[in-house]
């Protein structure tokens, strides 16, 4: 059974930094596309980041240069790096996993809140 | 960047058939997946690749994506079926994954 559980949210300063990690069982993440999905509250959904089974990554424009995403293959495990982070970072982070590759999100996990705030 | 847009709310009565629309330049040239999320919940894929549905989703569910505008159709609408629902797409001149701002759909 594929599970992937969040975890690493907390409440941070502004300017601060944060690692996410999300555990994966059930499936290997390094042959899947693994993306981070946040959810301020009341609002809608964005995408943040990806890492392709390649290793190449991408990330939004709104935390491009602060946020890293990163995979570490033989814990099974896929991490973000979150630095300089503002008070709109503020939300619930999901991990989630394609389907297949580019099939949609067919696997969440439960999310975990990073709040913002001094 | 792609721009999805979708209108903030849609109502409809209890067995009747709700659709919601997903609209972007050309995306019909795209695949489109659409989420279903309860309040409190992570979202569910409840259509992907335009037409296809996960197992476990109901038959009730079905999508389609013409000229700039794609849509999710809920038949035989119930109780259940109340949540937000969003669209999202791949930009291919980007890399990045867009979501659209999301549809309430409630069921009166």
């Known amino acids: 059974e594929v599970q992937l559980v969040e975890s690493g949210g907390d409440l941070v300063q502004p300017g601060g930094s944060l690692r996410l990690s999300c555990a994966a069982s059930?499936?290997?993440?390094?042959?899947?596309?693994m993306s981070w999905v946040r959810q301020a509250p009341g609002k809608g959904l964005e995408w943040v980041s990806i890492?392709?089974?390649?290793?190449?990554?991408y990330h939004a424009d709104s935390v491009k240069g602060r946020f890293t995403i990163s995979r570490h293959n033989s814990k099974n495990t896929v991490f973000l790096q979150m630095n300089t982070l503002r008070p709109e970072d503020t939300a619930v982070y999901y991990c989630?996993?394609?389907?297949?590759?580019?099939?949609?999100?067919?696997?969440w996990g439960q999310g975990t809140l990073v709040t913002v705030s001094s | 960047s792609y721009v999805l847009t979708q209108p903030p709310s849609v109502s409809v009565a209890p067995g009747k058939t709700a659709s919601i629309a997903c609209g972007g330049n050309?995306?019909?040239?795209?695949?489109v997946h659409w989420y279903q999320q309860k309040p409190g919940q992570a979202p569910v894929l409840v259509v992907y690749?335009?037409?296809d549905r996960p197992s476990g989703i109901p038959e009730r569910f079905s999508g389609s994506n013409s000229g700039n505008t794609a849509t999710l159709t809920i038949k035989r609408v119930e109780a259940g079926d109340e949540a937000d629902y969003y669209c999202q797409v791949w930009d291919s001149n980007t890399y990045h994954r867009v979501f659209g701002g999301g549809t309430k759909l409630t069921v009166l």
């Open positions: 690749d335009d037409t």
């Open positions: 890492i392709y089974s390649s290793g190449t990554t």
């Open positions: 989630a996993r394609d389907r297949t590759s580019g099939s949609g999100y067919g696997y």
């Open positions: 050309k995306i019909e040239r795209k695949s």
């Open positions: 059930g499936f290997t993440v390094s042959s899947n596309y």
